[in-house]
Structures are given as structure tokens and as C-alpha cells.
């Protein structure tokens, strides 16, 4: 006979991961797009087994890239035992405002439930500057639940990024902006947002954690291999 748990059943709740990636042309520099891509598939295994030892959250996953326009990279959530990464190529501008706005688009209520889910996690990464308007699009997002109630995260990569925005875009000003200066530190925040950071949204209460007190762990010490962006 099973032993029920102290205060009853765990409830597992949905949490919706997104990856916002910048594919503008500037990104083939130096092999920025190559980092990343690499980043985020080096990580998945990691990111499937913190998944699998949390007994709070269902975690869905979805990947969007924009340059000239945004397009989703996988059209439908997916969950994350089942996501799979596919290489991201760099061409074009840096058309971040439609990129929120088709991720407000996603937040809305439906396809998000109304209620009993993990506040969402989207995650920011670009090397540059908006050329369209972020503003707009940023505002369609905050103005959405559960778009205002996410936990947004920046990474910005190279010193040419525009950390200005990313402050914008996190809205929360115990969150810092992510700098990653070469592909050694993109990596170890990309592990850090797609593993310890859920593990902590996930242990948060779900009906308006802003992320209050998230901050991203130090960078361990580089090998002096990674070329500087």
C-alpha cells in the first residue's frame, strides 16, 4: 500500500519555456549563431533531467528566431522529454518587436490555460538592436497575464548588445541582464537558465511570481580558449 506524501498528492503543473534567438546577420560573426546552437543542444540532456526529478512542473518547450520577421521554430508547444534542437542560421535584420509580439500572441488566454500553471519563462538572446519596433511589441507581451507574469530572462552576447533593451524586456530590476563574451560564458548561462533557473521558478508559487531575487550564478573561471565577441 502506498504511503500518501505529508499534506497530501504534489500537483504538477504546466511550465512554458521559450527561447527567443536572435538570427540577424550580425550573429555570424565571430560564430555566435554556432555557439548558441551548440549551447542549447549541449544543454537539453541536462535540461530533460532536471525536468525528470521535478515533481512540480510538466514542462513544455518552443524556440523562436527572428531577423527579417519571426518565425516559430517549432509552431506548437511540445513537451520537453520529446524537443529536439535544430541549428539556427543568421541572416538579415533584427526584427525583435515582432518576435514579442507573436510570443504575446502565445501567452494569451487560450492556448494558455487561465489559471494552475507555473508562471512561463521566456528567454532573450541577441547580440545587437531592434530595427523595428521593440517597443510595440514588448508592450503587446506585458499587457497579456501571463505575459507580465513570465519570468523573462536576457543574455545578451557580445558587447555590441543593446543591454538597455534587455532591461526593458526583463522589467525587473532585481534581474540583471546576462553578458556573455565568449561562447564559454553563453554556455554556462544557457545551462543556468535551462536548469537551476527553472528548478527555482518551479519551487515559486505560481499565481504571479515575478522572479523576485533570480540572479544569475557567477561565471566560472574560462580556460582562456574562448575567443572574445
Given at each position: 500500500m502506498t504511503t500518501p506524501m505529508p499534506g497530501g498528492p504534489t500537483e504538477n503543473k504546466p511550465l512554458h519555456f521559450i527561447w527567443i534567438c536572435d538570427c540577424s546577420g550580425s550573429m555570424a560573426a565571430d560564430g555566435k549563431i554556432s555557439s548558441l546552437n551548440d549551447?542549447?543542444?549541449?544543454?537539453?540532456?541536462?535540461?530533460?533531467?532536471?525536468?525528470?526529478?521535478?515533481?512540480?512542473?510538466?514542462?513544455?518547450?518552443?524556440a523562436i528566431k527572428f531577423s527579417n520577421g519571426a518565425e516559430w521554430i517549432n509552431n506548437d508547444p511540445i513537451p520537453l522529454k520529446n524537443f529536439s534542437w535544430f541549428d539556427l542560421e543568421a541572416d538579415g535584420v533584427t526584427d525583435m518587436g515582432k518576435a514579442l509580439s507573436m510570443v504575446a500572441d502565445a501567452m494569451k488566454i487560450p492556448p494558455m490555460p487561465a489559471s494552475r500553471a507555473i508562471a512561463p519563462v521566456l528567454v532573450l538572446l541577441s547580440d545587437g538592436q531592434p530595427t523595428?519596433?521593440?517597443?510595440?511589441?514588448?508592450?503587446?507581451?506585458?499587457?497579456?497575464?501571463w505575459g507580465k507574469k513570465a519570468v523573462r530572462i536576457g543574455i545578451g552576447i557580445g558587447s555590441?548588445?543593446?543591454?538597455?533593451?534587455?532591461?526593458?524586456?526583463?522589467?525587473?530590476?532585481?534581474?540583471?541582464?546576462?553578458?556573455?563574451?565568449?561562447?564559454?560564458?553563453?554556455?554556462?548561462?544557457?545551462?543556468?537558465?535551462?536548469?537551476?533557473?527553472?528548478?527555482?521558478?518551479?519551487?515559486?508559487?505560481?499565481?504571479?511570481?515575478?522572479?523576485?531575487?533570480?540572479?544569475?550564478?557567477?561565471?566560472p573561471v574560462d580556460n582562456g580558449n574562448a575567443p572574445v565577441w
Open positions: 549551447a542549447i543542444r549541449q544543454t537539453l540532456p541536462e535540461m530533460k533531467k532536471t525536468a525528470e526529478n521535478n515533481p512540480f512542473a510538466t514542462i513544455f518547450v518552443r523595428d519596433n521593440f517597443d510595440a511589441g514588448l508592450k503587446k507581451l506585458l499587457d497579456e497575464q555590441d548588445t543593446d543591454f538597455d533593451v534587455l532591461k526593458k524586456f526583463i522589467n525587473n530590476p532585481e534581474i540583471p541582464p546576462c553578458k556573455a563574451d565568449n561562447a564559454h560564458d553563453l554556455i554556462s548561462y544557457i545551462r543556468w537558465a535551462s536548469t537551476t533557473l527553472i528548478k527555482d521558478v518551479t519551487e515559486r508559487k505560481s499565481d504571479g511570481s515575478k522572479g523576485d531575487g533570480i540572479t544569475p550564478p557567477p561565471l
